[in-house]
Each structure stands twice: as C-alpha cells, then as structure tokens.
C-alpha cells in the first residue's frame, strides 16, 4: 500500500506565501509525475501543478509565474511552493502521484487526503 500525506497548508494574507509538501511512503519502485491539484467550493478539481520524473514542468495559467513546484525523488516527496496568493487561490490542495510497485508495473494513481489554503485578510 502507498500513502500520500500533504502539510503545509493554512490560512495567509493576500500576497503571502505557502508551500505545500507532499510525502509518498509504502511499497514504492519508482514514482512517475508528481502533480498538485485544487478544489474551490463548488468547482470542479483543477490541476494546479505537475512535475516529471525528469523534472519537466507544467502549471495552470492562473499560477504561471506565481508558483513554483519541485521535488526530491530521494525522498518520494513533492513541493508547491505558493507566491503571491490571491483569495481565488483559496481551495482544498490536493497531492497526486504516479507510482510503480516494480520495473514491469504499470503505474498507480493515488491521492493525499488534501490540505486547505485560505487567502484571507
């Protein structure tokens, strides 16, 4: 079994920063993309943020230049680190991770439990 437990996440004043973490822990091989998704109150689940095994990026045009993600393959663990938060950055974060339990596996998506962030003054 895999587990993803996010921290990081808490209420900040519009302009402030967070930065989300993401741990993998279980019966892992190797992990694919890393990935941070969102959902608002009443809207559907958007990705947020991805990283390749390799390192390759892709954000939400809404986060672009403001966000940042990254990750630490030693430790099975993914970051999002959060600039310059706006009250429409406020919903519940979510971790996703592809994971493979062996060389000839095919990957397994799993998802933390989600961590809420309010932008709020």
């Known amino acids: 079994q895999v587990q993803l437990v996010e921290s990081g996440g808490g209420l900040v004043q519009p302009g402030g920063s967070l930065r989300l973490s993401c741990a993998a822990s279980?019966?892992?091989?190797?992990?694919?993309?890393m990935a941070w998704y969102r959902q608002a109150p009443g809207k559907q689940r958007e990705l947020v943020a991805s990283i390749t095994s390799g390192g390759s990026t892709n954000f939400a045009d809404s986060v672009k230049g403001r966000f940042t993600i990254s990750r630490d393959n030693a430790k099975n663990t993914v970051y999002l680190q959060m600039n310059s938060l706006k009250p429409e950055d406020t919903a519940v974060y979510y971790c996703?991770?592809?994971?493979?339990?062996?060389?000839?596996?095919?990957?397994?998506?799993?998802w933390g439990q989600g961590t809420q962030v309010t932008v709020s003054s």
């Open positions: 996703n991770a592809q994971i493979y339990y062996s060389r000839f596996s095919y990957p397994r998506d799993y």
């Open positions: 279980g019966t892992i091989f190797s992990i694919g993309t």
